[in-house]
Structures are given as structure tokens and as C-alpha cells.
Nanobody, 118 residues
């Protein structure tokens, strides 16, 4: 089992930046078997959508809407994934969820609210 705890959300003005963090804890075997870390978001009235995911330091995937503004990274020693969000826009407002995959199972964090004011 893997337990995910997110932090770093909040209220920011358009054009500002935020950094989200998500730390994994739980079974050492499951933690060491994590092969994918990522972030999704869900805005009110919309479906949850992929923001970015990372499977290795150089293997990343971004939604078109966040390319060149957001950067995903991971620190395997800390079992943590980060999402650096720059040039934030009001349309980035959503609950952001961390996700990790290990041994065929997908785990989700509780979500952290990001609100971008215009």
C-alpha cells in the first residue's frame, strides 16, 4: 500500500507561481516499485484531466495546456514528486491530485486546491 500526501496549493494571482509536492509513504516494497508519478486536476463541473506525469528523470508527458509553464520532477530518495507551476492562469484553477502507480495499482492523494485569481 502507498499513501500520498500533497502540499503546496493555495491562492495566487494570475502570472504567479506555485509548487506542489506529493510525498509517498507505506510499504517499502510498494514504494520502491513505483514506476509512474503524476498530477491530475479537476475543475468544478469538469472531468479530471492529466496535467503531467513522469516515469524517469527524462521521460515526461504534459498536457498541451500546461506545456512550457509547468515542470514535473521527482526525487526518488524522498519518494516525492513535484509540480512547479509558473505563469498561472485563472483556467488553471482546480483541485490538483497526485497519483502514483506501483505493482499494477494506482494510488491517489486527497487533492490540493489551486485558485488563480485574475
Amino acid at each position: 500500500q502507498v499513501h500520498l500526501v500533497e502540499s503546496g496549493g493555495g491562492l495566487v494571482q494570475a502570472g504567479g507561481s506555485l509548487r506542489l509536492s506529493c510525498a509517498a509513504s507505506g510499504s517499502i516494497f510498494s514504494i520502491n516499485s513505483i514506476n509512474l508519478m503524476g498530477w491530475y486536476r479537476q475543475a468544478p463541473g469538469k472531468q479530471r484531466e492529466l496535467v503531467a506525469h513522469i516515469t524517469s528523470p527524462s521521460n515526461t508527458l504534459y498536457a498541451d495546456s500546461v506545456k512550457d509553464r509547468f515542470t514535473i520532477s521527482r526525487d526518488n530518495a524522498k519518494n516525492t514528486v513535484y509540480l512547479q507551476m509558473n505563469s498561472l492562469k485563472p483556467e488553471d484553477t482546480a483541485v490538483y491530485y497526485c497519483t502514483m502507480q506501483s505493482l499494477g495499482l494506482t494510488y491517489w492523494g486527497q487533492g490540493t486546491q489551486v485558485t488563480v485569481s485574475s
